[in-house]
């Protein structure tokens, strides 16, 4: 796992990290406004003015390999010897496919793809993030689009070396991007709960990811304090956390098509997705079921997600996820977020991401996501 900082003014624990890595060229990977919008250039800055820094922000949201190949010249150009990333999941996805696809030498597709496989090490890379979702500062994969497609390349040497999580710099989120990125933890805090791969550490996390959640999303949307924007950041690094071990399932793996295709931010898609799912997983039966632990063990595990919910039964878990999405802003119809058709319904089912359905309790079918699409029209 990365050395980890968290709390209030962490961010200035960058200088003593440079120090002790002895770095003198950074590579700096961040977005195109958070950098200044959530304050990090103002402590950042000072720190790095010590340093030769190369700066590459010339992609959108959602990395695609393009805007990796373009970074890793840059990378390479710059003879960096530590990559910063600062940002929210695409800036810190960014640096990581950068870093370790740079050290490889071939072509970067093909390590994506899963046709060529890692096997050089990569920079030291510090992970700053500015939003509270994605924990993408905790995991050891990242997400990237070829061609439309999204694919995610995993490998031990991606987890960053350092995360700082520094509350912070979310203070000046707006509720639209507080609501998406929080959804997301949260999503991936269940996802990860009930994950075929779940172990009792990555449910820990989980555990206080999922409460953390519950009891300050929709405040940090609405009426943000500092208290509330701590606890979110410490339920986003959690998640993170969750998913390293246990990965995300079923919503995730529906989402993306959403995302890709009608533009509904991540988090925000993910979320469209789960209360549905969550109420199909928690009617398992011998002949669908993907879990080696058994019928019990996931009923029982379906029963500890109602109760972190605060809700009693699967009904009422599922209404307080879409009761939560209404409050934070976030439209649940998929007819209200650009779907008009039982072509783009056709678009959702054809384009689900088999490897993260895999990881799901209750084994997913074309029918059901064909069903639960329409009831969400």
């Known amino acids: 796992m990365p050395k980890e900082y968290f709390g209030l003014d962490s961010a200035k624990e960058l200088a003593t990290i440079l120090r002790q890595l002895k770095a003198q060229k950074i590579f700096l990977v961040t977005g195109k406004r958070a950098y ?207 998913i390293n071990i246990a990965k995300t399932t079923a919503p995730h793996a529906i989402s993306y098509a959403l995302t890709s295709n009608f533009g509904v931010p991540h988090g925000h898609a993910v979320g469209v997705f789960l209360p549905g799912l969550l109420a199909y997983n928690s009617e398992v039966g011998d002949d669908d079921i993907s879990d080696r632990r058994g019928l019990g063990y996931v009923r029982q595990t379906m029963e500890e997600i109602f109760s972190l919910l605060g809700a009693e039964n699967a009904d009422g878990a599922r209404n307080k996820l879409i009761d939560l999405m209404k409050k934070i802003g976030l439209e649940t119809r998929l007819g209200h977020l650009g779907l008009k058709s039982t072509e783009d319904i056709e678009l959702i089912v054809n384009n689900v991401n088999s490897e993260r359905a895999g990881n799901n309790p209750r084994a997913l079918t074309s029918d059901f996501i064909r069903d639960l699409c329409k009831q969400l029209f």
């Open 36 to 242: 200044h919008s959530s304050g990090a250039s103002e402590v950042l800055d000072p720190i790095l003015a010590s340093y030769e820094v190369a700066i590459f922000n010339d992609f959108e949201e959602n990395p695609k390999i393009e805007e990796v190949k373009k970074g890793i010249e840059l990378f390479k150009q710059s003879g960096a010897d530590v990559v910063l990333a600062v940002g929210g999941g695409s800036p810190i996805d960014m640096a990581k496919l950068i870093n370790i696809l740079a050290a490889q030498g071939g072509n970067p597709s093909d390590y994506i793809r899963g046709e060529s496989k890692i096997t050089n090490p990569d920079k030291p890379i510090i992970a700053i993030p500015t939003t509270s979702g994605t924990g993408s500062e905790a995991t050891h994969f990242a997400v990237v689009y070829i061609n439309g497609q999204k694919y995610s390349l995993h490998d031990d040497h991606i987890l960053p070396d350092y995360a700082i999580v520094d509350p912070k710099l979310t203070f000046s989120l707006s509720p639209e991007i507080t609501a998406a990125t929080g959804m997301d933890a949260l999503s991936q805090a269940i996802e990860s709960y009930w994950s075929i791969q779940s172990t009792e550490e990555s449910k820990s996390y989980s555990r206080e990811s999922i409460t953390l959640a519950i009891a300050n999303l929709a405040m940090a949307v609405n009426e943000p304090t500092n208290d509330v924007r701590i606890a979110m950041s410490k339920a986003a690094h959690l998640a993170g956390k969750a």
